[in-house]
């Protein structure tokens, strides 16, 4: 088992940029799949970004490329999310996702909301 622990959510104007980051509690394998994913209210989840270990290839949803950055930090074992020019429709609840070793696990969830 792992948990994943998100933080950096909260609220932003039109504009505005954030930075997300997921932790996992443990070590996590070599070879995984770490994204984003979001949900808001009436909506179903949807993938923001994701990005390979094995490659550091990064994939991003349409709605979201040329505004968000996945990256990640293998020494802190940490993945991030930097977001820029943020909208108003990037407000939802923004989970983290790991894939190991063909299991799933999920963070929290934390919200987002871009509003002036």
């Known amino acids: 088992q792992v948990q994943l622990v998100e933080s950096g959510g909260g609220l932003a104007q039109p504009g505005g940029s954030l930075r997300l980051s997921c932790s996992p509690s443990?070590?996590?394998?070599?070879?995984?799949?770490m994204g984003w994913y979001r949900q808001a209210p009436g909506k179903q989840r949807e993938a923001v970004a994701q990005?390979?270990?094995?490659?550091?290839?990064?994939t991003y949803a349409d709605s979201v490329k040329g505004r968000f950055t996945i990256f990640r930090d293998n020494a802190e074992n940490t993945l991030y999310l930097q977001m820029i020019s943020l909208k108003a429709e990037d407000t939802a609840v923004y989970y983290c996702?790991?894939?190991?070793?063909?299991?799933?696990?999920w963070g929290q969830g934390t919200q987002v909301t871009v509003s002036s």
């Open positions: 996702y790991l894939n190991e070793k063909g299991y799933d696990y």
């Open positions: 443990r070590s996590i394998f070599l070879i995984n799949i």
């Open positions: 990005m390979r270990s094995v490659d550091g290839v990064a």
